[in-house]
């Protein structure tokens, strides 16, 4: 592939969600797409329009190779399995600061709620206090920190805060492991949510075209910007919930999430130890302010609802696809 007049961005987690998908919106903008990945070749049959490059960005020189003419890097890798990562993940944004330093490449960095705690609630600002009350949420203000000591000595950076992930490639999401069960058709979903208590998500492909927007913004934003999305605001705590049995059917049942098995689990299952630590997150209303962002790009990214319940349901194997329920309906009009 030829550079493209700077355009080359250096992706760190391309075969994950938020990864991957601001991977191909660029692509799909003329970018030239770089993704960096411990098995390239693997990688490479699922993805063949990228530039696949083998490395691991848990080692400096890997990194520093694979961003020479970057213009970006987008930072959206944990490490394997998520083990360590309280070890691992300050070092690997460390790596991504010095390689961004030595080409002069911009960092995209997906920010997360878990910066703040319920002393800043219920309507959280960009620049509201940030007071952890979990290790994850801890390490999060660390990285950012070191972000903005970085781009006061000339690193340009974009960070951008939203809600619970959902979407086709949100994999490890309360969505995708927490409300439904991934490859069974739905019948039954589990709210976690309490109610009347509010609640924010964010759908994928928004958060990754709001994130190439601000990309495309280039010099005119400051050198450490940090953003917030509203995606969609569950008000009550029960609209996503309506959304799935409005898309799935209305004979879905509900339930409660069963939150008296996550201490129970969590020692063995890593999932359960996440939802244990933000558990907080469920028992009060918050709500990111997006004026910043809409003052910047003048609107926000938004898929409607029912369509990106629809979409994700479908990337699940919750629900047919819209090709499958067309041959679902000719075989039952075969049968009569």
Not at 18 to 34: F, P, S, T, Y
Not at 237 to 254: E, L, S
Request: aromatic content about 8%; proline content about 6%; overall charge positive.
């Amino acid at each position: 592939m030829t550079e493209q007049n700077g355009r080359v961005a250096l992706v760190l987690g391309a075969t994950g969600g938020i990864g991957g998908e601001v991977a191909r919106k660029l692509a799909a903008r003329g970018w030239q797409v770089r993704a960096l990945n411990r098995d390239a070749a693997k990688a490479r049959a699922r993805a063949s329009n990228f530039e696949w490059i083998q490395g691991d960005a848990m080692n400096a020189i890997d990194l520093m190779t694979a961003a020479q003419g970057a213009s970006l890097i987008i930072h959206a890798v944990n490490p394997p399995g998520y083990r360590d990562w309280e070890k691992l993940v300050v070092p690997m944004l460390d790596n991504t600061i010095a390689a961004a330093r030595s080409v002069g490449a911009r960092i995209l960095l997906p920010g997360t709620v878990y910066n703040f705690g319920p002393d800043s609630f219920p309507v959280l600002r960009e620049n509201s206090p940030q007071h952890p009350v979990t290790k994850k949420g801890a390490i999060r203000v660390e990285m950012e920190r070191r972000l903005e000591v970085a781009s006061r000595t000339g690193a340009r950076v974009i960070i951008v805060r939203a809600g619970d992930f959902f979407g086709p490639g949100a994999a490890s999401s309360w969505f995708s492991q927490g409300m439904v069960t991934p490859g069974k058709l739905l019948t039954t979903v589990k709210n976690p949510a309490r109610c009347g208590v509010g609640h924010q998500w964010a759908y994928l492909p928004d958060v990754a075209e709001t994130m190439v927007r601000l990309i495309e913004c280039g010099d005119r934003l400051p050198s450490f910007a940090v953003y917030h999305m509203d995606g969609f605001w569950d008000a009550d705590g029960c609209q996503m919930v309506a959304a799935i049995k409005r898309v799935a059917g209305a004979t879905i049942k509900t339930q409660a999430f069963p939150w008296w098995i996550v201490p129970l689990a969590a020692p063995f299952v890593t999932f359960m130890r996440e939802l244990k630590e933000m558990r907080y997150l469920w028992r009060e209303p918050l709500r990111m302010s997006n004026e910043r962002l809409i003052t910047e790009l003048g609107s926000e990214p938004h898929t409607p609802i029912d369509e990106a319940v629809r979409a994700s349901l479908v990337s699940l194997g919750c629900l047919p696809s819209a090709g499958q329920e067309g041959e679902a309906r000719v075989s039952v009009q075969a049968v009569h």
